[in-house]
């Protein structure tokens, strides 16, 4: 059942082109998965799943409190590892069929406020190699709207200051030119010259953001200068790397920002991923009408 697994994941890699985050994802799902079916259905081929085998799985997730997004997920990665064995001719029929997906309860996207947001970006007020970089990252990311794992992958080719745009790369190898603020340019230009040569010393290569090694930044990285940076501005807020670009997309749609425009420009392949943010704002309209007007 590991070399099915195996197969798969190469399948994903090679033919399909996916990033290395979304096939990290689909391994750890399958895993856990084909470790149930080993150790508590006592299977030793996939053909030997059945459609009871898939629900017991399901079941064991909501019994170990798993949310119904995470199930969800799960069953898709599940679905698509059994249409791909059907697909090659490993087996005869698919298991996960006509099962009904766990129904995902809608949960808006945290954001912070405009004011929140320049608290944050304006947090880091010592000048040092560090905290210019910090700078130009949050002020990139919320400039673009851009995923963290873009952000760490971008490179110095992929930078276009005088033009006023970045290149980035996105999932399933999509490419995408998205504008830049003169606040942000005024960052990464700072950046790449007053921190990013001490940084890196004698190294070259051509990653944009790099750590104190020099080397490429890391999402855990970042992840552990924002949960620093949302300390020191004093922000009470649960924030997450991607709390930017949340917080992005709904200011633009907030001022009047056409829907597709933004979609384009957070590489959304559906609008009605996009659409999450008009919800946001109309959330956000609600409570300023109840705040402020005398009769609310």
């Known amino acids: 059942m590991q070399d099915s697994v195996q197969d798969y994941i190469h399948y994903l890699v090679v033919e399909k082109g996916l990033s290395k985050n979304t096939t990290e994802a689909y391994k750890r799902d399958l895993n856990s998965y084909i470790q149930y079916m080993k150790q508590v259905e006592e299977k030793t081929n996939v053909s030997q799943i059945t459609k ?165 930044m890391s999402r855990q990285g970042f992840w552990k200068i924002i949960k620093q940076l949302t300390r020191d501005a004093k922000i009470e807020k649960e924030l997450t790397p991607h709390t930017l670009r949340h917080s992005f997309a709904t200011h633009l749609l907030e001022n009047g920002a056409d829907l597709r425009a933004v979609q384009e420009m957070l590489g959304h392949a559906d609008i009605s991923t996009t659409q999450i943010y008009t919800h946001v704002t109309k959330a956000r309209m609600k409570d300023v009408y109840s705040q402020y007007h005398p009769r609310a």
């Open 52 to 216: 009871e085998s898939v629900l017991h799985y399901l079941y064991h997730l909501k019994e170990q409190g798993r949310a119904s997004t995470t199930t969800a997920r799960t069953l898709s990665s599940i679905r698509s590892f059994h249409q791909f064995l059907l697909r090659e001719g490993a087996v005869t029929t698919d298991p996960s069929v006509h099962i009904e997906m766990p129904k995902a309860e809608k949960k808006l996207p945290k954001i912070l406020s405009p004011k929140e947001v320049e608290a944050l970006l304006e947090s880091p007020i010592e000048r040092t190699s560090l905290s210019i970089r910090n700078k130009a990252m949050l002020e990139l990311l919320y400039a673009t709207g851009i995923r963290v794992s873009e952000l760490c992958q971008l490179k110095l080719s992929d930078i276009h200051l005088q033009m006023g745009f970045i290149r980035c790369i996105g999932k399933g190898n999509k490419e995408r030119i998205i504008p830049l603020g003169s606040v942000a340019t005024k960052a990464l230009d700072d950046y790449l010259q007053n921190s990013r040569p001490e940084l890196t010393k004698k190294q070259r290569h051509e990653i944009l953001f790099v750590n104190h090694r020099g080397q490429q």
